[in-house]
Each structure stands twice: as C-alpha cells, then as structure tokens.
C-alpha cells in the first residue's frame, strides 16, 4: 500500500504562492494516476488538478486553471501542486491521491476513485 505524505503548506497573502509536495513511499507510485483535492470547514473535498502516471496529460479545475500547475517525478516518487496567485478563497486543506486503476492518459475527477490519500496540509490564504 502507497503512503503519501504531504508537506509544503502555510499562511501566505492573497496573490502569494506556495508549492505543495507530496512523497510516495513506493516505487510503484510511477504507475500511478495522482490527483490533488482540497476541502474547506463545511464543504465537500473538491478535485484541484490531476496528472497521468506518465506526466503526459495535466486536468485542472476551472477555479485554479492558469494559476496551479501540477508535475511529478516518477524518479524521485514525488508530485508537486506550484500555486500561484493564491485567494482568499483557495484556503483548505489540501490533499495528494493516488489512483491505482488509472489507464493510460486518463485523470479522473472524483475522490472516490482513488485508492490512497495523504493526510493533508492546511493552506491558508489571508486578505
């Protein structure tokens, strides 16, 4: 089983950035779909962005398209979340996911089709 570890969050101003990581502890992480999701006190755990095992196709959520960008690297079991243009807005606790089942270039959108989490790092956003 995958442990993911996330780390990299923190207080920051509106317009501000932040790189979020997150450690895969097994080298089987390479074959692995991987998604960032976030939830706010009150809501539901919304998609952010999501990446394919190979790094070849990216999906992001209308509400931080341009400003996020995800990337991993299978060599080091390791995927990252670069957040610009932070907002007020964009303050939860933001959480890694793997999906296990992926096929090829595909990203899926839901929490419930991925297999692992991490346990979270609480990004805050301040105005």
């Known amino acids: 089983q995958v442990q993911l570890v996330e780390s990299g969050g923190g207080l920051v101003q509106a317009g501000g950035s932040l790189r979020l990581s997150c450690a895969a502890s097994e080298r089987t992480f390479s074959s692995y779909a991987m998604g960032w999701f976030r939830q706010a006190p009150g809501k539901e755990r919304e998609f952010v962005a999501g990446?394919?095992?190979?790094?070849?196709?990216?999906y992001y959520a209308d509400s931080v398209k341009g400003r996020f960008t995800i990337s991993r690297d299978n060599a080091k079991n390791a995927v990252w979340l670069q957040m610009n243009s932070l907002k007020p807005e964009d303050t939860a606790t933001y959480y890694c996911a793997a999906d296990r089942h992926a096929i090829g270039s595909v990203v899926l959108t839901t929490p419930y089709e991925y297999d692992y989490w991490g346990q979270g790092t609480q990004v805050t956003v301040s105005s």
């Open positions: 990446i394919s095992w190979s790094g070849g196709s990216t």
